[in-house]
């Protein structure tokens, strides 16, 4: 079984920063993907930020150039470095691994941005 936790959602105006973690605990195989999702309320879904480990992230466009993922893999460890954030960045992120043996979910950390 998998864990993930994340963290560093919150509130913040448009234009802002924020920062969100996520760390992965359990029977975690190197062999994996790990990235963030989002959904806004009445949407679905959606991919923001994928990667496997050192290899190349896949970003949506929306977010190209805005945001970045970058991964401690030692630690098992994912984070996203929003910047530039718009209202329309607001979501519930969640936090996303995949390995042969499962896909597994984070709760969910939500972002919201607004004056």
């Known amino acids: 079984q998998v864990q993930l936790v994340e963290s560093g959602g919150g509130l913040v105006q448009p234009g802002g920063s924020l920062r969100l973690s996520c760390a992965a605990s359990?029977?975690?195989?190197?062999?994996?993907?790990m990235g963030w999702y989002r959904q806004a309320p009445g949407k679905e879904r959606e991919l923001v930020a994928a990667?496997?480990?050192?290899?190349?992230?896949n970003y949506a466009d929306s977010v190209k150039g805005r945001f970045t993922m970058s991964r401690d893999n030692a630690k098992n460890t994912v984070f996203l470095q929003m910047n530039s954030l718009k209202p329309e960045d607001t979501a519930v992120y969640y936090c996303?691994?995949?390995?042969?043996?499962?896909?597994?979910w984070g709760q969910g950390t939500q972002v919201t941005v607004s004056s």
């Open positions: 996303n691994l995949r390995q042969l043996v499962g896909t597994y």
């Open positions: 990667g496997t480990r050192g290899g190349t992230t």
């Open positions: 359990g029977s975690i195989v190197s062999m994996n993907v």
